[in-house]
């Protein structure tokens, strides 16, 4: 008799270490990443869930606060539906201490836990920004070589995610270092605030815009968008996506400020100028009129709109 087995467990490195080789041909891996924004939704509000895709004035105020909350607290379960802030805190903090500084340095046998941690608060510090592994390197004393194993088990195991840019000319345009963003904001503020989480609210957060950055990374890559990049020229020119659909090219600007309602930004203009793209999209917290540049369709969007209408293309 055909027997299935599910082996399941908060590792994915033991897992992967476990399932030996002969097993290849027979086996399944299955990704379980923290909750999207839909899946939340779902789980809190269910009637909310056809006004992700559609305007409505009341059903948007209600979103945007749930919206707020995520993007502070992220996608674990645990932490995600417990009610009680004090518990949610709780909940964190067993996540960070059991996985970041038990399971993986520990798989790592990372022999200086202190400087390993180290680089997981300097990722979160700098989710969004380009990261420089050399500077990276002399700041903590370690290899680069190091940094890249760290890096690598660290992506692994669904804790940061690494894009590379996006680039035709390596004379006008960075093509080397990548940005690092985190699986789940919640887990990155912890790991950046530590002790001090989460005493502010997302408006009250001087890093909103990376976060909010880092939310729409995160939710595309759990809708089904694992192709996606950013461009940047060495004129400090840059768009924060670059996603590759059917061969289509699509840049997304984020904006947690208010949007120059005279304009596109020139960032992006720059992009539609060079590469023509059918299709561009500005995330934003407020809802502007669609407009073009030259033939570009230009969309702004608030950030849970963003899947549905990505489907759509």
């Not at 002790?195 to 997302?202: A, G």
Request: charged share 30%; net charge positive.
């Amino acid at each position: 008799m055909p027997v299935k087995m599910v082996l399941t467990g908060s590792s994915s490195l033991d897992i992967r270490a476990k399932i030996m080789e002969p097993l290849t041909g027979r086996k399944k891996l299955f990704r379980l990443l923290p909750f999207s924004f839909v899946e939340y939704i779902s789980f809190k509000e269910k009637e909310l869930l056809p006004f992700l895709a559609k305007a409505d004035k009341f059903a948007e105020e209600k979103l945007l606060a749930f919206l707020y909350e995520f993007i502070v607290f992220g996608g674990y379960p645990k932490v995600l539906l417990e009610d009680d802030r004090g518990k949610k805190i709780d909940h964190m903090e067993e996540i960070y201490t059991s996985y970041l500084e038990k399971d993986v340095a520990g798989f790592l046998r990372v022999k200086d836990s202190f400087v390993f941690s180290k680089l997981v608060r300097i990722l979160a510090e700098e989710a969004g920004n380009l990261f420089n592994i050399e500077r990276t390197s002399r700041e903590l004393q370690i290899k680069n070589q190091t940094i890249k194993n760290y890096l690598s088990v660290l992506e692994n195991t669904f804790i940061i995610r690494r894009i590379l840019p996006f680039f035709h000319s390596t004379r006008t345009e960075i093509r080397k270092m990548p940005k690092v963003y985190f699986i789940d904001t919640g887990l990155r503020n912890f790991t950046k605030d530590l002790r001090d989480f989460p005493l502010k609210s997302f408006w009250d957060r001087s890093d909103k815009g990376s976060l909010l950055e880092n939310f729409i990374l995160e939710e595309m890559w759990k809708t089904g968008f694992p192709e996606i990049n950013f461009w940047r020229t060495k004129d400090r020119a840059e768009v924060d996506f670059i996603v590759n659909k059917k061969s289509e090219i699509i840049p997304i600007e984020v904006k947690s400020g208010k949007v120059n309602k005279q304009g596109v930004p020139r960032s992006l203009i720059s992009f539609i100028n060079k590469y023509h793209p059918r299709v561009g999209i500005i995330v934003s917290l407020q809802r502007q009129k669609e407009t073009k540049v030259g033939e570009t369709e230009i969309h702004y969007l608030l950030p849970y709109e963003l899947p549905s209408f990505m489907e759509k293309l």
